[in-house]
């Protein structure tokens, strides 16, 4: 089954610090990775994907994310955090069952960044 | 301009009522939908349609029915509303959605309370 996880529900990093909000997946064949951010009562905005390619894809505000096959893992970073960053992070894979590129979130990780 | 619209914003109802909620975009996008956000941010796909084919999730009761009356909108029908379907409602699009490579755009969400 195709599946995607965030094994934290909260991330707190210092400002100015860098960050990582993990994400892996399990998925047959070449998967299609995206994130999204959502801030407080609004829907979710997209920051980067990995289709193919180069494994290190950059995407909105700064923030950048790896594609490593073998770990099987699609990690968000960002060099140095700010307040503003703080966010609900969701990690998502195409699920390759239907036509139509449905996706298949993670939980979400809650990112706080304190001043 | 907004790109995704959802109408509206919020929609308080007793159980057992029919509601709809509508969905609008102006990206010219063919492939359309519909998410749930339950209390714990978990976000789960129920529709999505793209032109002539529409793909339900087999989790989401028939008392649920996307229309789309033309390729810009998506509005959701429910009837005989159940406390169990309190949540928050997001519309998206995306164009190509067969492929399943390009990003979705998401609607700011309609936060349905059931009393």
């Known amino acids: 089954a195709q599946s995607v996880a965030q094994p934290e529900d909260q991330v707190n990093v210092a400002e100015g610090n860098p960050l990582t909000v993990k994400c892996t997946y399990s998925v047959s064949g070449n998967p299609y990775l995206f994130w999204y951010v959502q801030y407080p009562n609004r829907g979710l905005q997209f920051l980067l994907k990995y289709i193919t390619g180069d494994n290190l894809v950059k995407g909105s505000y700064g923030f950048e994310a790896e594609f490593n096959k073998s770990q099987t893992s699609f990690h968000l970073k960002k060099p140095s955090a700010l307040v503003s960053d703080s966010a609900l992070y969701f990690c998502?894979?195409?699920?390759?069952?239907?036509?139509?590129?449905?996706?298949?979130f993670g939980k979400g990780t809650k990112l706080s960044v304190k001043p | 301009d907004t790109a995704v619209s959802q109408t509206p914003k919020y929609l308080v109802t007793q159980m057992g009522n029919d509601k709809s909620i509508k969905c609008e975009q102006n990206l010219g996008h063919d492939t359309m939908y519909w998410y749930k956000q339950d209390s714990k941010k978990f976000l789960k796909i129920m529709f999505s349609y793209n032109n002539k084919e529409l793909i339900i999730n087999e989790t989401v009761p028939n008392r649920f029915s996307p229309k789309s009356p033309d390729k810009a909108h998506l509005n959701l029908h429910i009837n005989s509303l159940e406390l169990g379907d309190s949540a928050v409602y997001f519309c998206a699009s995306s164009q190509g959605g067969r492929e399943g490579q390009n990003e979705q755009f998401f609607g700011p969400g309609t936060r349905l309370t059931v009393l």
């Open positions: 998502a894979v195409r699920d390759i069952r239907g036509s139509q590129g449905n996706l298949i």
